[in-house]
């Protein structure tokens, strides 16, 4: 890159002059020189200087990235995440978030483990078909990973599912700590090096020129085994070695040192991508993920809202803005191809999808993450924002300063809605848009303010909703202490044909969830229920969740444990009244249960398949 050179407008002589360091740093005139002198009051000029702000995004390459400070942000929320209890996604949905995640400029997806089931591989295979071949902002296309164990049947659904992408790959992993391979694997040293080097060679072999491996539970692996079996990993055409800390069992300054030492010891490691994936079970996972990239880690493994297997994993959040806040203070100048913008909107897709509520302290995407309710808080942030607020809403796609003035009520129409809900970090049109505004105008009549938090709930239950094979159009209760309380449910099944049933309960949502079970006709068990109000006052929209199980299958081998997991599925309502919302979160579990039978039987594949 030519160097940068101001001269003087009446010598000619030069001012200033540098070259930048980085080519991914783009110039940009940011001022103008004006001589003070009045004999050159004529004479103005242009000096360009870098901003470091401004970068962009190095082409890819498997195993090499141009620029040393760029960070590759590996998502697994489609896989790791979906490991949750009842965080079960239909294939609309996945598809869905992986849409998401590609706009969030997210650079590999990891959309799923093909091999576990015949739905998950159609999964993969759709996301690698529509999202891996989509073009998103500035022209990046993301890469789309299938996870498979150390066997020919893994990596051979793994690249059926993936090879459809324009930039395909395989994550294959074996464990390499003593316990994992003495108790679960029974496996020798040599047996496992043999495996894990056999399985990349064969993964290469059939066409897949970026395969990524991970030696599970690295974390309480013997280093210097590591450092031979990645070693041999490399020779046989690994491109991208993933070091796991799949127990959460190391702490930042430790996991440091180990990647530093994998980048010191390891034979050939020059020529691949070192990566991190840490899981949350002391807390640290964002922590040790930074530690990680400062120790020279160039993948990051994360999951939007950090969920995933037990206590979950680095929050993609967390750790995104972590960079963008302190990476060119402390973190060595490091940086991501991550709009985000687009944090809010990810964020509240996979809460909705996954029923997994974000609590409210939760870093940069919780309720409470900008709000400030003491009294010296209060003060300081109105005299500058800067005092207690190191990140800017805004920078997240949440916006709550009302800039365009509106104020929604029963007469505003659907651009002022779309208008809002823009403002809010949600875009929507078209049919999305036509049924939040239907929603929008029946709880308007009812009530005088609509908040921010209404439009977002109404928005969470109805566009972030199962495909639905049955469909909520009324309910009606009584009840109290005079007697049983009954319930008459109206369902509208995928036909259009209108179902109609009494019962009676213990009270209103019992004898409405029995009422609809009459119809349904497909036995579930309750597993939890929990309601809130989304905000102050009596005529507050309320919001349900439910989670339930299916009594006559839903089971799943895990591939790490070996045991029988029964599948859940959760569901999500919002009303002003209560037996509506809870019914609604009632039925939408029931909608995302059916539909992943549906699929099975589609498929003509049992219900208990092996999952990771």
Known sequence: MASITANHPISGNPLISFRPKNPFL????????????????NSSFSIPIVRCSIRRRPEYTPNHIPDPNYVRIFDTTLRDGEQSPGATMTTKEKLDVARQLAKLGVDIIEAGFPASSEADLEAVKLIAKEVGNGVYEEGHVPVICGLARCNKKDIDKAWEAV???????IHTFIATSEIHMNYKLKMSRVQVVEKARSMVAYARSIGCEDVEFSPEDAGRSDPEFLYHILGEVIKAGATTLNIPDTVGYTVPEEFGQLIAKIKANTPGVEDVIISTHCQNDLGLSTANTLAGACAGARQLEVTINGIGERAGNASLEEVVMALKCRGEQVLGGLYTGINTQHIL???KMVEEYSGLHVQPHKAIVGANAFAHESGIHQDGMLKHKDTYEIISPEDIGLNRANK??????????????????????????????????????SVAEKKKKITDDDLIALMSDEVFQPQFVWQLQNVQVTCGSLGLSTATVKLIDADGQEHISCSVGTGPVDAAYKAVDLIVKVPVTLLEYSMNAVTQGIDAIAS??????????HTSTHALTGETVHRTFSGTGADMDIVISSVRAYVGALNKMMSFRKLLAKNNKPEGSAVI
Do not use: C
């Open 544 to 553: 349900t969740r439910v989670l339930i199980r299916g009594e006559n299958g």
């Open 26 to 41: 783009q110039t940009q005139t940011l001022f103008n020189f004006k001589p003070s002198n009045p004999k050159h009051s």
């Open 404 to 441: 365009s003035g509106i104020v929604l009520g029963k007469l505003s129409g659907r651009h002022a809605l779309q208008a809002k809900m823009l403002e809010l970090g949600y875009e929507i049109e078209g049919k999305e848009l036509d049924d939040l505004f239907w929603r929008f105008k």
């Open 345 to 347: 909107m990810s964020s």
């Open 163 to 169: 090879k459809y992408a324009k930039k395909p790959r």
